[in-house]
Nanobody, 126 residues
Framework: QVQLVESGGGLAQPGHSLRLSCTTS????????VGWFRQPPGKEREFVAA???????????YPEPPMQGRFTISRDLAKNTVWLQMNNLKPEDTAVYYC????????????????WGQGTQVTVSP
């Protein structure tokens, strides 16, 4: 049973940084990718970034604007953890951030991801 547990969310001021963690267990090693999505209030869930996990897929899928250049995804296989470093936060980054794992055919779509965490709230406000 794959489990994904997010942490690190909270309240941040504009321009500040947060680092989200996703700790995995229970067989995520069988998943090709681990990713981050977010769901702003009243909006659909959207892709943030993804990174290869078991070597079945190469590379990193980077954030697109408006997150591009501010958000970075990284992993530590030994710690079974994926991080999302978020810098220069903006109020529009306010959302619930979800960790995901799977082998989606379209990485930037919510479809095809087999596993999801419970989400962690990020609120950016003065």
């Amino acid at each position: 049973q794959v489990q994904l547990v997010e942490s690190g969310g909270g309240l941040a001021q504009p321009g500040h940084s947060l680092r989200l963690s996703c700790t995995t267990s229970g067989g995520v090693f069988n998943s090709a990718l681990v990713g981050w999505f977010r769901q702003p209030p009243g909006k659909e869930r959207e892709f943030v970034a993804a990174i290869a996990w078991n070597g079945g897929v190469e590379g990193t899928f980077y954030p697109e604007p408006p997150m591009q250049g501010r958000f970075t995804i990284s992993r530590d296989l030994a710690k079974n953890t994926v991080w999302l470093q978020m810098n220069n936060l903006k109020p529009e980054d306010t959302a619930v951030y979800y960790c995901s794992a799977g082998e989606p055919s379209i990485v930037r779509s919510t479809n095809g991801w087999n596993y999801w965490g419970q989400g962690t709230q990020v609120t950016v406000s003065p």
